[in-house]
């Protein structure tokens, strides 16, 4: 069995994760792989920016960098996100973004 990357690709130092958020959830945690996107529960509501703030908080903190190296490229109104994260210092093990384990 491969590993599950199809949710993220470089662009030099970026890294660039393609997210598909639920938001209303009851934990803010990576959830499981969909298709070329990874799933992320937050327990923000899809109400007035909020959510797309606690993406960009969320990511931000788990990559280890400052809120503003995280930019939403795509996906402002809608769940299918794509993040461009700038210089990441941290790179979570890909189990404990996935549960995947080799």
């Not at 599950?4 to 209303?24: C, G, S």
């Not at 959510?51 to 769940?79: C, M, P, S, W, Y």
């Amino acid at each position: 069995m491969g590993v599950p990357d199809a949710f993220f690709h470089w662009q030099n130092n970026t890294l660039v994760l393609r997210l598909k958020v639920q938001p209303r959830a009851s934990r803010n945690a990576w959830g499981e792989v969909m298709g070329d996107r990874i799933k992320l529960y937050l327990t923000t509501p899809p109400v007035e920016g909020k959510a797309n703030a606690a993406v960009i908080a969320f990511v931000a903190k788990e990559f280890g960098v400052a809120k503003n190296q995280v930019h939403l490229h795509r996906g402002d109104t809608g769940r299918d996100k794509e993040l461009h994260v700038q210089a990441p210092k941290i790179i979570p093990p890909l189990s404990d973004l996935t549960g995947w384990h080799p």
